[in-house]
T-cell receptor
Framework: DQQVKQNSPSLSVQEGRISILNCDYT??????FLWYKKYPAEGPTFLIS?????DKNEDGRFTVFLNKSAKHLSLHIVPSQPGDSAVYFC???????????FGTGTRLQVTL | DTGVSQNPRHKITKRGQNVTFRCDPI?????LYWYRQTLGQGPEFLTY????????KSRLLSDRFSAERPKGSFSTLEIQRTEQGDSAMYLC?????????????FGQGTRLTVV
């Protein structure tokens, strides 16, 4: 069973525009939601997280939105830059468990 | 460099051979995780240590896999009698645990190719 789903395998956005990456989850008991960015041949890099008690968290160009009723998470990148081109993974963490469960990723390409 | 360090970065081995990977976590982190990532998938949890204690293992971790974290510092992941299906990126991560921020920080991974 796939607890975290990223239904868009790829996304192409023009430089300077907004990138919106989406993630759906199945378990309402998840406590934390995180986004990681991954370049080829490197490990995932932590970007931003949000607790289940919040609905928005912002860090510079990155904003994560949480819609608990829809079990939906999104990452907004504004403005998008060519260096943002990477694979983005959403991940969930429960308070009682200690592991992250990842989605399958969305490849973002920011074009000039 | 105070990040998570993994060695080697790449390993090519013949089927049936044993391999061992090493992970050095961020020094003040007491939690250490091993994940495996194959093409087109997100990282999948393998096992987790709190200090030197191995507290959880995934069903993905067959009997051929063993992990240790002596003295709660670095960790090793050994795969015995490797199979072609073991080819993957093996990722190590560490986190503070407790009431601190939940995010885990990953190393650059070890790419295993079994031929």
């Amino acid at each position: 069973d796939q607890q975290v789903k990223q239904n868009s395998p790829s996304l192409s956005v023009q430089e300077g525009r907004i990138s919106i990456l989406n993630c759906d989850y199945t378990n309402s008991m998840f406590d934390y939601f995180l986004w990681y960015k991954k370049y080829p041949a490197e490990g995932p890099t932590f970007l931003i997280s949000i607790s289940s008690i919040k609905d928005k968290n912002e860090d510079g160009r990155f904003t994560v939105f949480l819609n608990k009723s829809a079990k939906h998470l999104s990452l907004h990148i504004v403005p998008s830059q060519p260096g943002d081109s990477a694979v983005y993974f959403c991940a969930v963490l429960t308070g009682t468990a200690s592991k992250l469960t990842f989605g399958t990723g969305t490849r973002l390409q920011v074009t000039l | 460099d105070t990040g998570v360090s993994q060695n080697p970065r790449h390993k090519i081995t013949k089927r049936g051979q044993n391999v061992t990977f090493r992970c050095d976590p961020i020094s003040e982190h007491n939690r250490l995780y091993w994940y495996r990532q194959t093409l087109g998938q997100g990282p999948e949890f393998l096992t987790y240590f709190q200090n030197e204690a191995q507290l959880e293992k995934s069903r993905l971790l067959s009997d051929r896999f063993s992990a240790e974290r002596p003295k709660g510092s670095f960790s090793t992941l050994e795969i015995q009698r490797t199979e072609q299906g073991d080819s993957a990126m093996y990722l190590c991560a560490s986190s503070k645990g407790g009431q601190g921020a939940p995010e885990a920080f990953f190393g650059q991974g070890t790419r295993l190719t079994v031929v």
